[in-house]
């Protein structure tokens, strides 16, 4: 990570801090972005020396390298866009969002060869039919990988609680013989607790859409691999209140011309009412831990 920082650094690849955040988020505009790129890496140079040690391999381990590299990839165009154009803004949010559904179709479909007997459990009903199974795979993934996009706006915020999340879907995993989600969480907590060590406050590099997108879909498709998606409620508590924040923040604005919050996403209002971003990502990973703990107990 040091020698990747230096490059960037190097090469002026740094983030663009939107305007519409706070003011004080500007002296951070400059620092390294695309540092998911670095646990993308990493896990997949782990996986390739697992192979070679005979570690066994289904067709399960499929949706799961899709997921990793189709996110990632979106979101490393998207960060490059952003830098060589020195903004904050790359794809339009329909070229994001033609992007994202279309990988979901094939995750879907991966999934759908690669699971024997796949079924979603939703509450109190199953859905086993293909159509539903797909409708509901693209509104999962694409959302919770935004989800999480939202998220990664302070320092050290993304990474502490996606690896909390994953740290409960090891758990899960491991009770349910599912070696593939397994192996998967373990190497990006371990990523991600490497990442942190250069993400916290202040951070030198952010994981940029390259990571959060990643995560955010890897988590999704864990949820549904496991056959139990709405675990991810609970699971990914904060990245549901982060995405809620924004959604009633302007449906109040545009109905009503006032603002609920402060500034959305959630975090950000928190940090106007004079909250140390060290406290938000310390309240967050707290309530993250409770309610993961919540969802294995429901399991």
Not at 18 to 36: A, D, L, N, V, Y
Not at 113 to 122: C, E, G, I, K, P
Not at 166 to 189: K, N, P, R
């Amino acid at each position: 990570m040091p020698f990747y920082i230096q490059f960037l650094k190097q090469h002026q690849f740094g983030q663009e801090i939107r305007e519409e955040g706070p003011s004080w988020h500007q002296k951070k505009s400059g620092t390294p972005t695309m540092g998911g790129l670095i646990f993308i890496v990493t896990s997949l140079f782990f996986l390739l020396v697992m192979w070679a040690m005979s570690f066994s391999m289904t067709s399960e381990w499929l949706p799961l390298l899709i997921t990793l590299l189709g996110f990632g990839a979106i979101g490393f165009v998207d960060d490059a866009i952003k830098v060589f154009r020195h903004h904050n803004e790359g794809f339009t949010s329909k070229q994001k969002f033609f992007c994202q559904v279309g990988l979901a179709i094939l995750v879907w479909a991966s999934l759908y060869f690669s699971v024997n007997d796949w079924q979603l459990h939703l509450a109190f009903f199953k859905l086993s039919s293909p159509l539903l199974t797909l409708l509901f795979t693209v509104f999962w993934l694409v959302g919770f990988s935004n989800a999480v996009n939202l998220t990664d706006g302070l320092d050290g915020l993304a990474g502490t609680t996606t690896a909390i999340s994953f740290l409960a879907y090891f758990y899960l995993a491991y009770q349910e013989g599912f070696s593939s989600i397994e192996a998967f969480s373990a190497l990006l907590i371990g990523g991600l607790l490497g990442f942190l060590i250069y993400n916290k406050k202040p951070a030198r590099i952010f994981m940029g859409d390259t990571g959060s997108l990643a995560l955010g879909g890897l988590l999704a498709l864990m949820s549904l691999m496991l056959g139990r998606p709405l675990l991810l409620l609970s699971l990914g508590i904060i990245y549901v209140i982060e995405t809620a924040s924004v959604i009633l923040q302007v449906i109040s604005f545009k109905t009503t011309g006032k603002r609920i919050f402060k500034m959305s996403p959630i975090h950000h209002h928190f940090e106007m009412c004079g909250w140390k971003e060290t406290s938000i990502v310390a309240v967050f990973a707290l309530i993250t831990a409770v309610f993961s703990l919540l969802a294995i107990h429901l399991y």
